[in-house]
């Protein structure tokens, strides 16, 4: 599908994305987002609510003083308070001392809405919209009208809901945005009630767009903004990886990404959509939020293949199990080897590491064998790449391990109100032995220090390797304390990560053996 039709792009993170659970950015971070998504090449970028909280204020003082380059900058307030003044109106000051160019007022277009939570009149409703609107443009304000609840308003009262929007844009509004507020609307609802806007604008012959802004109760947020474009709306509003109250808000990643690479819209550059992984990973590390392995588009596992036949399949041609190449959102194809593996996956792993396997090797079929052996026994390699790496290696024709560890001991004491860690190693380099120790401020930690005590005079390319996470997995909870752990260490260097597995039950022997990985690993990528 090939269209023209120029799609506005309003993002609402730092405002609607940050009222998520577990999301709370300060005004750094806000800034932070706010040049990511104008360097993008995003049309607007809604700083927040002027007058609510501190962060929001030290935000726009500080995009006054340094303005984004192309972005708009939006200021979100709501219309006046009922039976009021606008130049009484506290929300609307802060709106003008703010010093946005934009202004995104939100109103009630549901009648229930109006009698309940606003308690009082349709009419006065109306006046509440059209003063507050016409205000903002007497400012020489860009005014974004939210018409909230207007889908629920719309199944209820059409023409109320209609006669909001028309209020709206005859006091001057630029844009009329409607909003799935409670995020229960279907997409053939959202199209109809679109169309019936858009054709009401036209017929009034009034210059204002429409725009749609949902949410994702119903898991249909995007295909609703999707579905609202479809109908005629030219902005659509969302947050960057979904984020917002409740279930969320639709994902503009993933918005964008079909409105430009399934539907032919021009929404964002193409080289900007390409920074889709990018971003998202970004704004997720910012929050302090796990992206989720499946996330469309952007997720590590977007685009990763497991099953054997899945895998011969893609070895043969790429678009084979993809529905898109990955790069064209910053993305990368990935196959995983664990139980389900087949030969592919092992001889495509392995060329990732840059080493060719013959696929009927009988090598090749005992490490399948042996690959299926290990994840039975508690390994997984989904997640922990260079340890299958050093499987692979370690396999190879004259491969040597640099060190062995002939022995360790570690001990734990409290004494008086601190509890106290020692690691003892015993290391073979070159048929020379190593007797080190260390402390930490726990068992691992200990083994860790004492490893790399004994390792950093003889392999120098291990300095700088740092432990960035450590993760613990009980396998076989039944089992009490002597069940099964598996260990997750992420390591780095510099801008590199890596994570190893190690598993046992023995917690400690399950983080040696992934510390052991994990140097080894860091030691031979220094050599090469």
């Not at 010093?99 to 109103?107: C, E, I, K, R, S």
């Not at 018409?147 to 209820?156: L, Q």
């Not at 960057?240 to 964008?256: D, F, K, M, Q, T």
């Amino acid at each position: 599908m090939s269209v023209n039709r120029r799609i506005v792009v309003y993002d609402t993170t730092l405002r609607d994305g940050a009222q998520g659970p577990a999301v709370s950015f300060s005004a750094s971070d806000k800034v932070r987002i706010a040049r990511a998504l104008d360097e993008l090449g995003f049309d607007y970028v809604e700083g927040g609510f002027p007058g609510s909280n501190p962060k929001d204020e030290e935000l726009f003082a500080s995009l006054e003083k340094h303005p984004l380059e192309r972005a708009r900058l939006a200021a979100f307030g709501a219309t006046r308070r009922a039976n009021g003044r606008c130049e009484d109106d506290a929300n609307l000051a802060a709106l003008t001392r703010s010093a946005a160019p934009v202004w995104t007022l939100v109103g009630k277009s549901d009648s229930w809405q109006v009698s309940t939570v606003l308690q009082t009149t349709n009419n006065e409703n109306l006046a509440m919209v059209e003063e507050s609107v016409a205000y903002g443009r007497g400012l020489g304000r860009e005014l974004i009208f939210d018409a909230e609840h207007f889908f629920d308003g719309y199944a209820r009262d059409s023409e109320y809901a209609i006669e909001v929007c028309l209020t709206a844009a005859r006091a001057g509004a630029a844009w009329v945005v409607l909003c799935d507020t409670n995020g229960g609307s279907q997409p053939a609802e959202i199209g109809r009630a679109v169309e019936a806007v858009c054709r009401a604008l036209e017929a009034a012959g009034l210059p204002t767009r429409v725009g749609i802004h949902t949410h994702n109760d119903c898991e249909l947020a995007v295909a609703n903004t999707l579905e609202g474009v479809i109908a005629g709306a030219d902005m659509v509003q969302g947050t960057i990886n979904g984020y917002g109250e409740r279930c969320g808000n639709a994902n503009l990643v993933s918005v964008v990404a079909n409105l430009v690479l399934k539907l032919g819209f021009d929404a964002l550059p193409d080289t900007s959509v390409a920074r889709f992984s990018d971003l998202s990973r970004m704004v997720a590390e910012i929050a302090n939020l796990a992206l989720p392995l499946q996330q469309p588009f952007v997720g590590h596992g977007a685009f990763a293949h497991k099953g054997g036949q899945h895998v011969a399949a893609v070895l043969k041609h790429k678009d084979s199990y993809q529905h898109i190449d990955p790069s064209l959102v910053g993305n990368e194809g990935r196959v995983l080897v664990s139980e389900l593996s087949g030969r592919g996956n092992v001889l495509a792993k392995a060329r990732e590491f840059g080493l060719e396997l013959d696929r009927d090797d009988p090598q090749t079929k005992w490490l399948v064998q042996h690959l299926k052996e290990l994840e039975h026994r508690g390994y997984s390699y989904e997640a922990a790449d260079a340890s299958f790496e050093m499987l692979v290696r370690r396999l190879q024709p004259g491969y040597q391990a640099p060190w062995t560890v002939a022995d360790f001991t570690t001990q734990v004491r409290k004494n008086g109100g601190s509890v106290h860690a020692e690691a003892t190693v015993q290391v073979e380099v070159g048929g020379t032995l190593y007797h080190t120790a260390a402390t930490g401020n726990g068992p691992v930690n200990a083994l860790d220090a004492a490893l790399r005590k004994a390792l950093s005079p003889q392999f120098p390319g291990l300095s700088g390797v740092t432990l960035h996470d450590y993760k613990v997995r009980i396998l076989d909870g039944n089992a009490g304390t002597a069940a099964t752990t598996r260990v997750l260490i992420e390591s780095g260097q510099g801008l590199k990560r890596w994570t190893t597995v190690g598993c046992s039950s023995n917690i400690i022997e399950a983080s040696l053996l992934a510390l052991v990985d994990s140097l080894e690993y860091a030691n031979q990528a220094s050599e090469v």
